[in-house]
């Protein structure tokens, strides 16, 4: 079965600065996608990025971007430009390819951006 | 589209009691997937089905646990008795069946059960 860990229960970071939060996984599959997802106080979850597994380039959405490296199964997603926004929690998630569409979530990291 | 609707958004019932969450998903989308979040344990699937057919419950916690779709728009978990180690926020979800696609997440259940 697949695992996935988020080593970093909480993390804070100042307003327009860098923050890098961690996520690794374990498979023995060579086809599959990797997710983040943010979850705000609202309690919605919201789709931040997603990446296949057989792109080597990795994947960006504003200030949004992972840096995924297969070998080492490491998904870590940056943020840039940190907004008050931006305080949520963050899940990261594995699902197969082929026909199983379930998703395997990380237990989150809690990320507050300070003014 | 609406997205994933759920009922209701909270819920506080007495241990004992049945509680029924109930989901429609997102028109068109071939999976569903019920989720339950607590602080101790994160996020954990429930239970999935796909075109209606539950593919995999193994982990619907145990007996008490129900889930059923009887059709492409709606789908129910039902706890029945409930207890309070049943508070949590449970989460409906729909995809399409297609590889790699997203899930969209209803805004919750909170159940509180005392």
């Known amino acids: 079965a697949q695992t996935v860990t988020q080593s970093q229960p909480e993390m804070s970071v100042q307003e327009a600065e860098t923050v890098t939060l961690s996520c690794t996984y374990d498979?023995?599959?060579?086809?599959?996608?990797l997710f983040w997802y943010k979850q705000p106080p609202s309690r919605q979850m919201i789709l931040v990025i997603r990446?296949?597994?057989?792109?080597?380039q990795n994947a960006t959405e504003n200030r949004f971007s992972v840096n995924f490296q297969k070998a080492a199964k490491s998904f870590s997603l940056k943020i840039s430009d940190s907004q008050l926004g931006d305080t949520a929690m963050y899940f990261c998630?594995?699902?197969?390819?082929?026909?199983?569409?379930?998703?395997?979530f990380g237990k989150g990291t809690l990320l507050t951006v300070n003014p | 589209d609406a997205g994933v609707i759920q009922s209701p958004r909270h819920e506080v019932t007495e241990m004992g009691q049945e509680v029924t969450l109930r989901c429609k998903p997102i028109?068109?989308?071939?999976?569903l997937f019920w989720y339950r979040q607590t602080m101790m344990r994160g996020l954990e699937l429930l239970i999935y089905?796909?075109?209606?057919?539950?593919?995999?419950d193994s982990g619907m916690p145990e007996d008490r646990f129900s889930a059923k779709m009887p059709n492409a728009s709606f789908s129910t978990l039902k706890i029945q008795p409930s207890e309070p180690r049943d508070s949590a926020v449970y989460f409906c979800?729909?995809?399409?069946?297609?590889?790699?696609?997203?899930?969209?997440f209803g805004q919750g259940t909170r159940l509180t059960v005392v």
């Open positions: 998630a594995y699902v197969s390819g082929g026909s199983n569409y379930k998703l395997t």
């Open positions: 028109s068109g989308h071939n999976s």
């Open positions: 990446q296949e597994a057989y792109k080597q």
């Open positions: 089905f796909n075109n209606n057919v539950p593919i995999d």
């Open positions: 979800a729909s995809s399409e069946a297609t590889e790699g696609t997203e899930a969209f």
């Open positions: 498979t023995s599959e060579s086809n599959y996608y």
